[in-house]
């Protein structure tokens, strides 16, 4: 460690209180919330025809306006925040006990919610390469007004790419980086609030990394098809968090290549 590196200071001083914890977690949780109820609505709010819905989707992915791409980025954002939020609760419960030690030493403390702000914006940046994928495949009619690959060429092609991925070096690097909080803070640590923004930042990377093409999945069967991405959700939860996970991801790897295949083939 160097000497900016947080350093124990007693046997109790770095240990997060029972009151914190239920603060981070209950905030965490709100967030949480909050984003899947905005999904609902918006879900709730779309029609039921697929003649209206055409006539929904066209006006906004077509006229291609700021306000149109401001909307459809707002509701990737919201997602990745719904999607992802629960799983980082290790590491910022691991910054937040870094922090109360620090605080318990007379030193500089930063609000959890820095670190935090890091990590979403990490997945904003993603969630505007996700607009652009949507209006690019729209715009190329690859996708049906509920938002899923109409050519089974496509949605072949991307769940064989996932499959892949969960075997790449860079998978498995950055799922070990999100496994691992606290060798992550140990490895990362920043003072100051700059420090805990860009680690946020940084973590959400390794988040990024580990997750990014399960995202396009979601183009499989419909970015609004909510029980699909509470699905993808509670993997990524389980790979990240639970014993097993390592295998968990290879396992599901393999199966995503066989159902990769099966598209292509009744394709």
Excluded at 26 to 41: D, E, N, P, S
Excluded at 91 to 102: D, E
Aim: with cysteine; hydrophobic share 55%; proline share 6%.
């Amino acid at each position: 460690m160097t000497s900016s590196d947080p350093a124990p200071a007693g046997p109790h001083a770095g240990a997060l209180g029972q009151r914190d914890r239920c603060v981070i977690l209950l905030a965490l949780i709100a967030v949480t919330t909050l984003a899947w109820l905005y999904l609902l609505a918006v879900r709730r709010d779309m029609p039921d025809s697929p003649m209206d819905m055409a006539d929904m989707a066209m006006p906004m992915m077509a006229a291609g306006t700021p306000a149109a791409f401001a909307l459809t980025l707002a509701m990737w954002w919201v997602m990745m925040i719904g999607m992802m939020t629960p799983s980082a609760a290790p590491m910022i419960l691991t910054f937040a006990t870094l922090n109360r030690g620090k605080r318990a030493r007379g030193q500089g403390v930063v609000p959890t919610s820095v670190f935090l702000l890091g990590y979403l914006a990490a997945w904003g940046a993603f969630s505007v390469v996700a607009t652009m994928a949507q209006w690019a495949l729209d715009s190329g009619a690859l996708l049906s007004p509920a938002l899923a690959a109409t050519s089974p060429l496509l949605g072949g092609t991307l769940v064989i790419a996932a499959g892949l991925y969960q075997f790449t070096p860079l998978k498995q690097a950055c799922l070990r980086n999100c496994r691992s909080p606290f060798a992550f803070v140990l490895n990362h640590w920043r003072e100051g609030w700059t420090g805990a923004l860009r680690m946020g930042v940084e973590h959400g990377a390794f988040c990024l990394g580990c997750c990014w093409m399960l995202m396009t999945l979601l183009f499989v069967a419909g970015v609004m098809n909510l029980l699909w991405v509470a699905g993808i959700a509670v993997f990524v939860f389980a790979e990240k968090l639970l014993p097993g996970g390592l295998g968990m991801g290879r396992v599901a790897g393999v199966l995503m290549l066989g159902l990769g295949v099966l598209l292509l083939i009744r394709g």
